[in-house]
């Protein structure tokens, strides 16, 4: 089945977060995949806000690798961010399949470097720019 999630503007990030989550089931490793300013993370921060996490609590995971926040209900939630990964190695060294193997909900920037590595459960959302800068998230199950 085809998903598509169309977010009009930054005012319609949590509808849009809110949709996207009842739409990915029991899902729980996410890969985004999208041009640079595409706007992942802020997608990824409005998620959060409506898992509970503190809006101060996210940021993007560039230098750190992975950041671990807790949703409200206590339950941690990964945040990923490969751009910086040059070999699979790195990856592994963090621990990624701990990550991943825990049952936690994991969320995946910059997927496509480490694209051997990614579980075949994952699922992959793409997030595309439109003409008038809204964004398109579309994916398939």
């Known amino acids: 089945m085809r998903h598509v999630i169309t977010i009009s503007n930054t005012e319609d990030l949590d509808r849009a977060a809110e949709e ?16 640079m300013g595409a706007g992942k993370t802020t997608f990824t921060t409005a998620v959060c806000r409506r898992l509970g996490v503190r809006d101060d609590a ?19 939630l990964y945040h990923f961010d490969f751009y910086r990964i040059t070999k699979i ?18 969320i ?23 003409p008038d800068e809204s964004r398109t998230l579309f994916w398939e199950d």
């Open 20 to 35: 996207f989550l009842s739409e990915i089931g029991e899902n729980r490793i996410i890969a985004f995949y999208a041009p």
């Open 58 to 76: 996210v940021s993007s995971p560039t230098f750190a690798i992975v950041n671990e926040y807790r949703t409200s209900s206590g339950e941690p």
């Open 89 to 106: 190695t790195e990856a592994l060294d963090i621990g990624f399949y701990d990550y991943i193997d825990s049952g936690c909900l994991c």
């Open 108 to 130: 995946i920037e910059w997927p496509e470097n480490i694209e051997e590595i990614l579980p075949e459960e994952t699922l992959k959302v793409s997030i595309a720019v439109n």
